[in-house]
């Protein structure tokens, strides 16, 4: 399945500098059970933190985790959002894995899954399980609005 727009095949990957790059990520726990989540993600030669607050619960954590990750890819593309269906731990073959569902409403309200290991955090694998949805579709979407006139070069 195609983005819509394109007819590119799921084996036409973006190229590495048109890829949202994991940078860092972080929970830290505050008073009344409240936690704060920290994701960092880079594109191009910039990077920006976006972050999420609530009651820190585990479940409540990665899905902050997403949604921070979500608003900093934004921010950074200038592209019209992801909206987060659902994020979930599993326990699959021994390990961890953070899945994570997301609609694109740009593209006919298609649905993207990224899942990821868990290696070190919970919050990094959920941001770079975001970063597997959404980078394989992200600059493909209509005539690559995410571009916004950052490359000169036509497209080939």
Not at 58 to 73: G, K, P, Q, W
């Amino acid at each position: 399945m195609a983005a819509h727009g394109s007819s590119s095949s799921f084996g036409d990957a973006p190229t590495p500098e048109e890829r949202v790059r994991f940078v860092a990520a972080s929970a830290e726990r505050q008073p009344g059970s409240r936690v704060r989540v920290s994701v960092e993600v880079g594109f191009d030669d910039r990077s920006h933190v976006a972050e999420a607050e609530g009651i820190g619960t585990e479940t409540i954590e990665i899905r902050m985790a997403a949604v921070a990750t979500l608003e900093a890819i934004r921010e950074l593309t200038d592209t019209p959002p992801f909206r987060l269906v659902g994020v979930k731990l599993m326990h699959a073959f021994d390990a961890e894995v953070i899945l994570v569902a997301l609609r694109d409403p740009e593209s006919e309200g298609n649905r993207y899954i990224g899942a990821v290991p868990v290696r070190t955090t919970h919050v990094a694998a959920t941001a770079a399980a975001v970063m597997d949805a959404t980078n394989r579709v992200l600059f493909r979407r209509g005539d690559a609005a995410g571009r916004n006139d950052r490359s000169a070069a036509p497209e080939g």
